[in-house]
């Protein structure tokens, strides 16, 4: 089955720029999205289909994808911004459609 | 607003069933599918399956495919996913989302989770 790998940990002073890398095999094929999940709280989508952000997201959540590695990018981060991250395809060839990256933990020293 | 209501957390004992459902609101409920996902405590988002709220059909992970069944009720708009013989390991959040069409396939939004406890 598809392989999504992401750092545990990942950490940034606010203001800074936070970049959460999620690894697959030619995952630039693919569309990506991303979900931050707050403690206690469910996920919510900050960026679908590689770059796209739902109504609502600051444009201060943007994403790329490329080769066998997509990225979220958080610029200006701030308190707020802590959370858990994860990333998300689509994958056909298994019988886990929906595969899920094990998530990155996002600290604001 | 678009929105998933899921029903509240459940206690049960091991060899349980679990039905959880989803109630969806503010969008054509066919349009969409509906994802279920779940999360055991301190751990990462676990994919179980999805339903389509057009026909029926469902796909569900291996893992779950003896146990599980999903179902849709379309004149309340409410999705429902059963668990069967529970065991301590099943002891999770379970969410609900929508889910788009292909080639896409976005989660979003997300029910608020419905908290499974399993224990003798």
């Known amino acids: 089955s598809y392989v999504l790998t992401q750092p545990p940990s990942v950490s940034v002073a606010p203001g800074q720029t936070a970049r959460i890398t999620c690894g697959g095999n030619?995952?630039?094929?693919?569309?990506v999205h991303w979900f931050q999940q707050k403690p206690g709280q469910a996920p919510v989508l900050v960026v679908y289909?590689?770059?796209n952000r739902p109504s609502g997201i600051p444009g201060r959540f943007s994403g790329s994808n490329s080769g066998n590695t997509a990225t979220l990018t958080i610029i200006r981060v701030e308190a707020g911004d802590e959370a858990d991250y994860y990333c998300q395809v689509w994958d056909t060839s298994s019988d886990h459609r929906g595969v899920f990256g094990g998530g990155t933990k996002l600290t604001v020293l | 607003q678009v929105q998933l209501v899921q029903s509240g957390a459940e206690v049960k004992k091991p060899g349980a069933s679990v039905k959880v459902s989803c109630k969806a609101s503010g969008y054509t409920f066919i349009s969409y599918g509906i994802i279920w996902v779940r999360q055991a405590p301190g751990q990462g988002l676990e994919w179980m399956g999805w339903?389509?709220?057009?026909?029926?059909?469902?796909d569900s992970a291996q893992k779950f495919q003896d146990r599980v069944t999903m179902t849709t009720d379309t004149s309340t708009s409410t999705a429902y996913m059963e668990l069967r013989s529970l065991g301590s390991d099943d002891t999770a959040i379970y969410y609900c989302?929508?889910?788009?069409?292909?080639?896409?396939?976005?989660?979003?939004?997300w029910g608020q989770g419905t908290l499974v406890t399993v224990s003798s």
């Open positions: 339903i389509s709220t057009y026909n029926g059909n469902t």
């Open positions: 030619n995952i630039g094929s693919k569309s």
């Open positions: 989302a929508r889910k788009s069409g292909d080639p896409s396939n976005w989660f979003d939004p």
């Open positions: 289909d590689d770059n």
